[in-house]
């Protein structure tokens, strides 16, 4: 027999609907005007953990389950992206930081996708960490470490140092200043030969703004007040009274590898990998991480970017997946 559970604090309302398996059907009920990217999914999580994902994630419940039981989402990300870069078995036995947990789906995904490892996640903050810890405890996960970082400019003490560290779908959401000062900090406790992987961070100049306003055209090369103003009058997905510091926190200004590699030192200490010498370049990389949908535009787009990489020698891509090494 289904049930419907109301939000305490935001106006939707969760179904569940039981299954002959012992899945469940959730369904999210949004209220008119409210904007949900994934509104169903069918979860083999318990019906008292998908309360709590959803008393903390309201409307995105079903795209957090998913992050960890779809296997087109994080996995295809780690499997895409990551292991473009290393085959599984430069894991084995590491230690390895995923910073910016969040709610643990990372944490699991390369738990059960890499060999045996030592993972450590680190979350800011502490409703998401409840909740990767929950989900740690539903697989039974009882060595994986999770912490939560005291601020949002600090680590927590005694984290040591690490052969891999993750910085998956984290450096957008950083404010200018966070971005200076954190990405260095986790730098430290990089091993001298380890790599940093930081993917999913959209192209800072893309000409379609694809993360936070999902599909508005050149507000990346409006002012910063323009695109404030466009995305709170054109962008469902923005609140007429969002703040700038709020979309920046969601991602709207993405970022570039010259920054990138710039915070971390320059080309003298963080040098770019390539990818493994099937896969190509980073534009065919990209491209591969594709799913099917609209396969004619995508291949049109990838054309267009390779003919750029070969008039200007650099390889731009819409959203950046960078495995960096720490030089000497």
Same mark, same amino acid.
């Given at each position: 027999m289904s049930?419907?559970?109301?939000?305490?604090?935001?106006?939707?309302?969760?179904?569940?609907?039981?299954l002959a398996d012992g899945r469940h059907r959730i369904t999210v009920?949004?209220?008119?005007?409210?904007?949900?990217?994934?509104?169903?999914?069918?979860?083999?999580?318990?019906?008292?953990?998908v309360l709590q994902f959803f008393a903390t994630k309201d409307l995105s419940v079903c795209d957090e389950i998913m992050r960890e039981e779809d296997p087109r989402y994080v996995e295809h990300k780690v499997r895409s992206e990551v292991l473009a870069y290393l085959p599984p078995e430069a894991f084995a036995g590491k230690r390895i930081l995923d910073?910016?947990?969040?709610s643990g789906a990372s944490p699991m995904v390369l738990a059960r996708v890499l060999p045996p490892c030592e993972i450590v996640g680190v979350e800011l903050v502490g409703q998401l960490l409840e909740l990767a810890r929950s989900?740690?405890?539903?697989?039974?996960r009882t060595s994986l470490q999770l912490l939560q970082s005291p601020s949002g400019d600090s680590l927590p003490a005694g984290l040591g140092d690490f052969d891999f560290i993750m910085f998956n779908a984290v450096f957008e959401h950083l404010l200018p200043q966070e971005r200076h000062a954190l990405l260095p900090l986790v730098w430290r406790h990089?091993? *001298?030969?380890? &790599?940093?992987? =930081?993917?999913?961070?959209?192209y800072r100049w893309s000409p379609v703004e694809t993360h936070t306003t999902q599909g508005m055209p050149f507000i990346n090369y409006l002012p910063d007040s323009v695109t404030l103003w466009a995305a709170r009058r054109f962008c469902k997905r923005i609140a007429p009274d969002e703040s700038w510091e709020s979309l920046l926190r969601r991602g709207i200004r993405g970022?570039?590898? *010259?920054?990138? &590699?710039?915070? =971390?030192?320059?080309?003298?200490?963080?040098?770019?990998?390539?990818p493994m010498p099937e896969i190509g370049d980073r534009v065919d990389l990209w491209f591969k991480?594709?799913?099917?949908?609209?396969?004619?535009l995508k291949r049109s787009l990838w054309m267009s970017l390779k003919l750029s990489k070969w008039a200007s020698g650099k390889e731009i891509t819409p959203t950046l997946s960078l495995a960096i090494r720490k030089l000497g």
């Open positions: 049930a419907t559970f109301e939000h305490a604090g935001r106006k939707c309302s969760l179904r569940l609907e039981p009920e949004p209220y008119p005007g409210q904007a949900v990217q994934h509104r169903k999914w069918v979860t083999s999580y318990p019906v008292d953990l910073f910016g947990c969040g989900r740690a405890q539903h697989f039974g990089l091993r *001298p030969g380890g &790599v940093l992987f =930081l993917n999913q961070t959209p970022g570039t590898v *010259p920054e990138i &590699v710039g915070i =971390l030192g320059g080309p003298g200490r963080a040098g770019l990998l390539r991480s594709l799913s099917a949908r609209h396969a004619w």
